[in-house]
């Protein structure tokens, strides 16, 4: 089983409604040393766990009506002998073991190792533009895969800083994503979110005073590009 193509194929399927438990049975079925084998490079870590995460958080607010206040920490995705919760795959995994609650800044001490192993082997800051958790703010679900992962997270970022981003020119404000407060030492602090601008849409926003916006947390499911 080609692992990454196998994590597209689970999100299509939850997406088009059809039966997903089959393709969830065939991952039970994989070894722990055939899951680091395959995603052997950040970019097939990348591309299989963000279509994992968000076709979790689809099944089990879709299907399985796991209540908002549990869904992060339940752990329904298994790879034969482990579990793993959203978090688990997010701030374990695709952010480095990072303390979910620390910006960014300090590692999560008490990560099992079998996240150490399988984490990337440095940050993507592009990956809070793909991960869907659900909610209206959030980015739309896109089908990732490894060889044009990096052309597909540019425009994913793309898409949602010209989505979520609006401009004060006469007052010299930017109002961004709250995701950026959340997470603000992934983008390299205050500096590396204004370069981020510079790099994606070519604004110079160095003269301008950072406002984050608030956040809607109301569900918005099926949301795919």
């Known amino acids: 089983m080609n692992i990454v193509k196998g994590s597209k194929d689970l999100l299509y399927a939850v997406k088009l409604s059809t039966d997903y438990q089959p393709i969830l049975v065939l991952f039970q079925k994989i070894t722990t040393n055939d899951l680091l084998n395959q995603l052997n490079t950040d970019s097939k ?37 482990h579990q793993f919760s959203l978090d688990d795959m997010e701030h374990g995994i695709l952010r ?49 895969s490894e060889k044009l992962i990096d052309e597909q997270l540019d425009l994913s970022t793309l898409s949602f800083l010209e989505g979520e981003t609006t401009y004060d020119h006469q007052s010299r404000l930017v109002y961004i994503s ?19 601008y510079k790099h994606h849409l070519n604004k110079d926003i160095s003269d301008y005073v950072i406002k984050y916006q608030a956040y809607s947390w109301e569900e918005s499911l099926d949301n795919y590009r």
């Open 96 to 144: 480095k073991y990072r303390y979910k609650y620390s910006l960014g800044l300090f590692p999560n001490v008490f990560t099992p190792q079998i996240i150490k192993k399988l984490s990337v082997t440095s940050v993507d800051y592009r990956i809070h533009f793909a991960l869907n958790c659900g909610a209206k703010s959030c980015p739309p679900i896109a089908f990732y």
């Open 45 to 81: 870590k990348n591309a299989f766990w963000i279509n994992i995460y968000n076709a979790c958080f689809q099944i089990m607010r879709k299907f399985q009506l796991v209540d908002k206040a549990k869904v992060y920490k339940t752990k329904m995705f298994q790879i034969r002998d």
């Open 178 to 196: 709250a995701l950026f407060k959340w997470y603000k030492y992934d983008f390299g602090s205050s500096r590396g979110i204004r370069k981020i």
